[in-house]
């Protein structure tokens, strides 16, 4: 069956750039979307489509897709940016999640 | 502004019926846009898909739930429900409600503030 694996954990410094992976058989033939959840809180839609960000993300936050790796990058992160990352494909007719990725900003 | 709203009970005996029922302003579920769906997360653990269901009568669900699911629209209220039979404690988590687009790659772009539901006797 058709898996999505995720680092547990990324950290990086304010003002770096976070990468975060995703990673599944051919998910480049699929369109990856991130998802980004704090505490208490539902998911938040930040990439969807691969690469495109819906109204209101900040620019910081862009995907890329190739190969059987999805990529979610944020420039110049901040505070506000540490939390839960959930990556999603779609297997037929399955939503897919990735096991999440917790982003620490220190 | 679309806002998704789930509610229902939060404690469910095993091997009774988990029942929820999501409450949609702002779009009407009779869009041939979107379906509607639901997503669920147990405490501390990652998300799992549990299924969608359109207007148009498109359905989506996940293999491991689908002999337990049902998945209904109620066009007069604009809500839609959820029910899972035979719970048990596995199906502990908090449930989100969900809208999803049909038209090009299936994005869940809005969710609910999610609902816990608690499997014990």
């Known amino acids: 069956s058709f898996e999505l694996t995720q680092p547990p954990s990324v950290s990086v410094s304010p003002g770096q750039t976070a990468r975060i992976s995703c990673s599944g058989d051919?998910?480049?033939?699929?369109?990856a979307c991130w998802y980004q959840q704090k505490p208490g809180q539902s998911p938040l839609l930040v990439i969807y489509?691969?690469?495109k960000r819906p109204s209101g993300i900040p620019e910081r936050f862009s995907g890329s897709n190739s190969g059987n790796t999805a990529t979610l990058t944020i420039s110049g992160t901040q505070a506000v940016d540490d939390a839960d990352y959930y990556c999603q494909a779609w297997d037929f007719s399955t939503a897919i999640f990735g096991g999440g990725t917790k982003l620490t900003v220190l | 502004q679309l806002q998704l709203q789930e509610s229902g009970p939060g404690l469910v005996k095993p091997s009774e019926t988990l029942s929820l029922t999501c409450s949609v302003s702002g779009d009407s579920i009779t869009s041939s846009s979107y379906s509607w769906g639901w997503i669920r997360q147990p405490p501390g653990k990652g998300l799992e898909w549990i299924g969608s269901l359109s207007y148009s009568g498109s359905t989506s669900y996940n293999p491991s739930l689908k002999s337990r699911l049902t998945i209904s629209l109620d066009t007069a209220t604009n809500q839609f429900s959820l029910k899972l039979i035979s719970v048990s404690a596995a199906d502990t988590a908090v449930y989100y409600c969900a809208r999803r687009e049909e038209e090009v790659a299936g994005t869940i772009d809005h969710w609910g503030q999610g609902t816990l539901v608690t499997v014990s006797s």
């Open positions: 489509q691969n690469g």
């Open positions: 051919n998910l480049s033939d699929k369109y």
